[in-house]
T-cell receptor, first 118, second 112 residues
Framework: DAGVIQSPRHEVTEMGQEVTLRCKPI?????LFWYRQTMMRGLELLIY????????DSGMPEDRFSAKMPNASFSTLKIQPSEPRDSAVYFC????????????????FGPGTRLLVL | QQQVKQSPQSLIVQKGGISIINCAYE??????FPWYQQFPGKGPALLIA?????SEKKEGRFTISFNKSAKQFSLHIMDSQPGDSATYFC???????????FGKGTRLSVIA
């Protein structure tokens, strides 16, 4: 399995521009998580989907952030308009309650998207 | 409100020594406690995890000790190696498939 795939890996944009981050979870996983990592705040949950349905979006900073999961193999996180304080590494992770041993319920993280808003 | 507190922020250990990282949590509903390892430029990867029905879990050189009454858990890395140099995060969640609440991380440096 290729693991969780995220694109782009790096994004540099100017304040006010729209940014779209993409995630492909591991095949068969039914839970998908978007986390943000900054030096000041560490790793924080933004939003969590289960079976493509948003369950908890309490971590989404404000209305400028939106996330969708149109099917089991794709999710997007959009920032519009972007601001310099959105600069961070954005991680997507997926997990499944099925399987055995270590694989069961483990959240597997993608490589992240490093976003810089100028 | 920081639900998972991690210490120390940074740690320097001699090769072959024992690295110890501590975490404390507040929410008694937490039922799953993983440790993640992150190398620069990479995503976090699960190292080892424990549930509160056991007080200790060992996998190779890595051991989690869990104290339910004190709401504390710790990671011990035996025979620390330079390749263990990374940032370590403790985390907690209500179950494995629910969002993780992370500690702030510990940057471990193992020197020869």
């Amino acid at each position: 399995d290729a693991g969780v795939i995220q694109s782009p890996r790096h994004e540099v944009t100017e304040m006010g521009q729209e940014v779209t981050l993409r995630c492909k979870p591991i095949s068969g996983h039914n839970s998908l998580f978007w986390y943000r990592q900054t030096m000041m705040r560490g790793l924080e949950l933004l939003i969590y989907f289960n079976n493509n349905v948003p369950i908890d979006d309490s971590g989404m900073p404000e209305d400028r952030f939106s996330a969708k999961m149109p099917n089991a193999s794709f999710s997007t996180l959009k920032i519009q308009p972007s601001e310099p304080r959105d600069s961070a590494v954005y991680f997507c992770a997926s997990s499944s309650p099925r399987g055995s041993g270590r694989a069961r319920e483990t959240q597997y993280f993608g490589p992240g998207t490093r976003l810089l808003v100028l | 409100q920081q639900q998972v507190k991690q210490s120390p922020q940074s740690l320097i250990v001699q090769k072959g020594g024992i690295s110890i990282i501590n975490c404390a949590y507040e929410n008694t509903a937490f039922d799953y406690f993983p440790w993640y390892q992150q190398f620069p430029g990479k995503g976090p990867a699960l190292l080892i995890a424990i549930r509160p029905d056991v007080s200790e879990k060992k996998e190779g050189r890595f051991t989690i000790s869990f104290n339910k009454s004190a709401k504390q858990f710790s990671l011990h890395i035996m025979d620390s190696q330079p390749g263990d140099s990374a940032t370590y995060f403790c985390a907690a969640s209500i179950s494995g498939n629910t969002p993780l609440v992370f500690g702030k991380g510990t940057r471990l440096s193992v020197i020869a």
